[in-house]
């Protein structure tokens, strides 16, 4: 499976209208409420998310699989690591 293309969100974080840092506390904050392997969708619409999520992902062991943008919001689709 080629999971930058095939990832389902199992779960969905609403961070529109919120700015850095609370998107990255936010998502944190899901992440720990999901099991390993499955998928978190984020959107926001602070453009310094589209830099410091994929960076936070990577530090915090997971994977980065998507960023795509629809209007003013940034989608992230990021599967939990170990």
């Given at each position: 499976?080629?999971?930058?293309?095939?990832?389902?969100?199992?779960?969905?974080?609403?961070?529109?209208?919120?700015?850095?840092?609370?998107?990255?506390?936010?998502?944190?904050?899901?992440m720990e409420?999901?099991?390993?392997?499955?998928?978190?969708?984020?959107?926001?619409?602070?453009?310094?998310?589209?830099?410091?999520?994929p960076r936070?992902?990577?530090?915090?062991?997971?994977?980065?699989?998507?960023?795509?943008?629809?209007?003013?919001?940034?989608?992230?689709?990021?599967r939990k690591?170990?």
């Amino acid at each position: 499976m080629n999971d930058k293309e095939d990832a389902k969100a199992d779960r969905f974080l609403d961070c529109i209208g919120l700015f850095c840092p609370i998107p990255i506390f936010n998502t944190t904050h899901e992440m720990e409420k999901i099991e390993i392997g499955q998928v978190l969708e984020m959107v926001t619409d602070d453009p310094a998310a589209v830099q410091d999520i994929p960076r936070w992902a990577k530090r915090a062991g997971h994977h980065f699989l998507k960023l795509w943008k629809d209007g003013d919001h940034y989608h992230f689709l990021i599967r939990k690591g170990t």
